[in-house]
């Protein structure tokens, strides 16, 4: 019993460490602010869709629970430069997806990341959300209804 104590308190520690990490709350800043802008942007492109905002909000809490679990568990392991760089890696991520909505919303980006946006957008497969892109056997793309 006394071992199950001293693990739910390691938790509990751990937790607060997490929380107060400002690698999470950049992380929880930056989530904030991409589904606001998200939002705004669905909203001026008259493209707001109840699908996605769902599946949108489920992936923003799947990133968070990820981060935060990893986090708890790096630092239980002494590994907690791990947690950081999970942390870093997710709001790289996230400051990306922020500056395409505020462009996208008219806000001014500096010509280097527009071309950044561009490159990015030249490599994307767009296909429509309802359709699933599958590899064949062959390596091939197909698109799966």
């Known amino acids: 019993m006394q071992t199950t104590v001293a693990n739910h308190d390691v938790l509990i ?3 607060k460490i997490i ?3 400002p690698f999470f709350q950049i ?3 930056l989530v904030v602010l991409d589904i606001l802008s998200g939002y705004t942007k669905a909203i001026k492109l008259k493209i707001l869709d109840s699908r996605l905002s769902t599946s949108g909000l489920l ?3 799947i990133v968070i629970a990820t981060v935060f679990g990893v986090g708890v568990y790096s630092i239980i392991f002494g ?3 791990f947690g950081q760089l999970v942390a870093i890696a997710f709001s790289g991520s996230y400051g990306i997806s ?3 909505n505020l462009e996208a919303l008219g806000v001014w980006i500096p010509p280097s990341l527009k071309q950044v946006f561009l490159q990015m ?3 994307e497969i767009n296909v429509p959300h309802n359709d699933i892109l599958k590899s064949d ?5 197909r698109i799966i209804k």
Request: proline content about 0%.
């Open 19 to 21: 929380v107060t990490s």
């Open 59 to 61: 992936r923003h809490v």
């Open 121 to 123: 957008k030249e490599r």
């Open 79 to 81: 590994q907690q430069l």
């Open 98 to 100: 922020l500056l395409e």
């Open 13 to 15: 520690l751990t937790s």
């Open 137 to 141: 056997l062959n390596g091939k793309d």
């Open 27 to 29: 992380l929880l800043f």
